[in-house]
């Protein structure tokens, strides 16, 4: 909750450690006037589990245009990452599905190279997926 976590320095008791140079370094240069965009680290919750988040930092003036501090906006983008992370998966089953199928598969991009070669279709061929790629 907002009780609990205000006055607490959030690098140090938020952050991971693998992460807290990295944060500190976005923060620290939004408190010099050069802000952040785009830049993503996880937070772990109360119970532990990892959010991901898109982080924008922004610096923060008073009246008089000094810096007083920095505001972060953040973006959840953890069900974005699973979802990247699954297709990544897809893709290497798929490869090892194409690489070790009983046929030769091959492919050609719009020019009519070769931008895909099997083994199936280098043991009979004799040639290699390195001798006919593009």
Do not use: C
């Not at 607490?8 to 010099?32: C, G, M, P």
């Not at 119970?47 to 000094?66: F, M, Y």
């Not at 974005?80 to 992370?85: L, N, R, S, Y």
């Not at 798929?94 to 091959?106: E, G, H, V, W």
């Amino acid at each position: 909750t907002k009780e609990e976590v205000m006055g607490r320095n959030l690098v140090d008791e938020f952050i991971t450690s693998e992460y807290k140079d990295a944060v500190k370094e976005v923060l620290d240069d939004a408190l010099k006037g050069k802000e952040a965009a785009n830049f993503e680290f996880p937070l772990f919750t109360k119970h532990q589990e990892r959010v991901e988040v898109l982080l924008n930092a922004t610096t923060r003036r008073d009246a008089s245009g000094d810096i007083v501090g920095v505001v972060g906006v953040g973006q959840d983008i953890t069900e974005k990452k699973k979802g990247e992370a699954e297709l990544s998966r897809v893709a290497q089953d798929l490869r090892a599905l194409i690489d070790t199928a009983n046929a030769p598969i091959f492919g050609i991009d719009k020019k009519g190279l070769v931008n895909e070669w099997n083994n199936k279709a280098a043991e009979i061929t004799l040639y290699t997926k390195e001798e006919v790629m593009g």
